[in-house]
């Protein structure tokens, strides 16, 4: 028996979490839940991230590694990405791609997920999010905490969706939008790659690709990011 459980434990993976900010700390959570079903071939092995004093507040018996700007991935590595600027994230995870990483799903086991949907590689959903029915989920998604995916509805690589959205039915997200907590896409309505709206803001139609929209309507606003290549999402 001691011989067995060995060899289970030598075929585990490393787990490395890109980012180890407040957003870090919750998938670090998220991914010991799904852990702790026991049907994953991988084991939270650490952090990687620029600041190397980000967990130092707190209380996690986990060390942070490195920079993903420069880590080179190992053969039994396996990574998620949780850094929240769509450009930076998608960035970082197609150097590491191009390095030879390998990264992972994370779906909490109190996500729904139904029939026929398609989910990316390096995707997290969170506790509570639920996905309907023939979804199209890309790569490196991030679905925060009891966000909604209706039927039919497409989004694209690298967005990062917050907490209590709603992508309703045919909607389409383009690649790398971010949707601030609480906002609303309306059934059929499209936003453009890399575009991004407000917290609370309802699109009833069309955003254009690279835009910035906020409130009840979502009306553009002008806005210039500033993307960091550590710690934190949503």
Known sequence: ?????????????????????????????????????????????????????????????LPILGSPETWQPDVNDRFVCVIGDPTTRLRICRELLGRGANFVTLIHPSAIVGSRCSIGDGAILCPHVTVTVDVMIGDFVILNVRSSVGHDAQVGDGCTVNSFCDITGNATLGEGVFLGSHSSVTPSASIGDYARVGAGSVV????????????????????KAEPSASSDAA
């Open 1 to 61: 028996m001691d011989a067995d459980i060995q060899v289970t434990s030598e075929l585990k993976k490393r787990l490395l979490i890109i980012g180890a900010g407040g957003f870090g700390r919750e998938v670090l959570q998220w991914a010991q839940d799904i852990q702790a079903q026991g049907r994953v071939d991988w084991e939270v092995g650490g952090f990687l991230d620029a600041n190397a004093r980000a967990l130092g507040n707190f209380d996690i018996d």
């Open 204 to 223: 009833v139609r069309r955003v254009r690709a690279n835009t910035t929209v906020m409130g009840p309507t979502a009306k553009r606003i002008d806005w």
